[in-house]
């Protein structure tokens, strides 16, 4: 069974990057065809996809976030990071880390975090 968690600080303040960290166990983020997302959902708002990472260290960005995001890993921890720098308060969110993979044109996720709240607030 694949977990997924997501960890970090809740709060960030105004202009600071916001790191979060996904744990991966019970499979390895380097199995081939997987890719490794991190997605959010601002209070009344849907899901957005922000990017992935995948199981060869590509990297994939929303363009609208391009210039202020990034996405790594360390494969020796089974982990990957999400790093978004100069938030403002509209980058409060529930921030999911998932697992998919790419399918006839869409991506297929079987695999979720629970989710973990960041407030960016002075």
């Known amino acids: 069974q694949v977990q997924l968690k997501e960890s970090g600080p809740g709060l960030v303040k105004p202009s600071q990057t916001l790191s979060l960290t996904c744990t991966v166990s019970?499979?390895?983020?380097?199995?081939?065809?997987?890719?490794f997302m991190w997605i959010r959902q601002a209070p009344g708002k849907g899901l957005e996809w922000m990017g992935a990472?995948?199981?060869?260290?590509?990297?994939y960005y929303r363009p609208s976030l391009k210039s202020h995001i990034s996405i790594s890993r360390d494969t020796s921890k089974n982990e990957f990071s999400l790093h978004l720098s100069s938030v403002t308060p509209e980058d409060t969110a529930v921030y999911y880390c998932?697992?998919?993979?790419?399918?006839?044109?869409?991506?297929?996720?079987?695999?979720w975090g629970q989710g973990t709240q960041v407030t960016v607030s002075s």
């Open positions: 990472i995948t199981y060869d260290a590509r990297t």
């Open positions: 019970g499979g390895s983020i380097t199995t081939s065809r997987y890719y």
């Open positions: 998932a697992r998919a993979s790419w399918n006839v044109g869409n991506y297929e996720y079987d695999y």
